[in-house]
């Protein structure tokens, strides 16, 4: 289990926004099951705006550390895209400890299907929806919007028929590269500046002979795991269009990071956009303000100029 001093710690990673009790603008549904996998249910909430909704969807990644829980789902996150229209759904994925950053990735492929398979029921437009989140929650997101999967066309689970691909990216502070994590050739996959992350990265694989679990040590194949789930080595012209938020200061994640990035995304020609905010670390006073920023980056590339 995470102790009492590392769990405070990651649960800091992620966007700290003051709690909101619901309003009466909108709706809550708790616990919706997107999918299951070793007999646990993985659930998301959905708030909705009861009137004048926009007919898009934002999906927040409920993340900090690769830690999620239902603890952590924040009705005040979802208050200024609500206000704008939005339906809000806030993801928990499968937690470190416990699971590795491929398996949450898995997560968040099931969790995007599941909202498109179920978008008239939530009266959003499948091929307009968003995805957000902070530092693990923001890698979560850039993941997302650019190493996203086709469907299935020939899948028993009509979920699974659905591509995993999201439309606009808006994120917070996203580590992106753990090959060249701060400098070139800097290693990051549990080591250095997130040696105190180990969990994530405990990389493994079942033996079928022996039908156990295995560590990789493999150093080669564990920086080819490490490529695989950074960010910057799956941008193309088709990636989503990505705003990131990155402070200057920020001995964590540092903001080279989302430099790489945003360097990537023009070479390609897709837009994207990097704020930087001066003096900041990972985190700052006031952060949910910045929120609206987020927001006005998802009206540019999720509403029809009519709706704007």
Not at 12 to 35: C, F, H, K, M, N
Not at 79 to 87: E, I, N, V
Not at 151 to 176: L, M, Q
């Amino acid at each position: 289990m995470l102790t009492r001093s590392l769990l405070a710690t990651v649960l800091a990673l992620g966007l700290a926004t003051p709690a909101l009790a619901q309003d009466a603008t909108s709706t809550r549904t708790e616990d919706v099951i997107y999918g299951r996998k070793f007999g646990t249910a993985l659930t998301l909430d959905v708030f909705a705006p009861k009137e004048k909704g926009n007919g898009r969807g934002i999906i927040w990644c409920v993340s900090g550390g690769w830690f999620s829980s239902h603890a952590g789902v924040n009705a005040g996150l979802a208050k200024p895209f609500l206000d704008r229209g939005y339906t809000v759904f806030e993801v928990v994925h499968g937690s470190q400890p416990k699971f590795t950053i491929p398996e949450v990735l898995e997560d968040m492929h099931r969790a995007v299907r599941f909202i498109k398979a179920n978008a008239k029921k939530y009266n959003i437009d499948p091929d307009k929806i968003g995805i957000a989140g902070g530092s693990a929650g923001g890698h979560l997101s850039l993941m997302q919007g650019n190493a996203f999967k086709a469907g299935d066309p020939k899948a028993k689970d009509p979920v699974d028929r659905e591509s995993s691909r999201v439309a606009a990216i808006a994120c917070f502070y996203p580590p992106t590269d753990f090959l060249n994590y701060g400098k070139e050739g800097e290693i990051a996959i549990g080591v250095g500046t997130l040696s105190g992350f180990k969990a994530p990265f405990d990389f493994h694989e079942m033996n079928l002979e022996t039908r156990t679990f295995v560590p990789i040590t493999d150093e080669k194949r564990r920086l080819d795991i490490g490529k695989q789930i950074s960010p910057v080595y799956h941008i193309t012209k088709d990636s989503a269009p990505a705003l990131i938020i990155h402070g200057d200061a920020d001995k964590l994640v540092p903001i080279q990071q989302a430099e790489l990035v945003v360097a990537k995304y023009k070479e390609v020609g897709v837009p994207a956009e990097l704020v930087v905010k001066k003096g900041a670390a990972h985190g700052w006073p006031g952060q949910e303000k910045d929120l609206v920023s987020l927001a006005d980056w998802f009206d540019k590339h999720l509403l029809d100029k009519d709706k704007k």
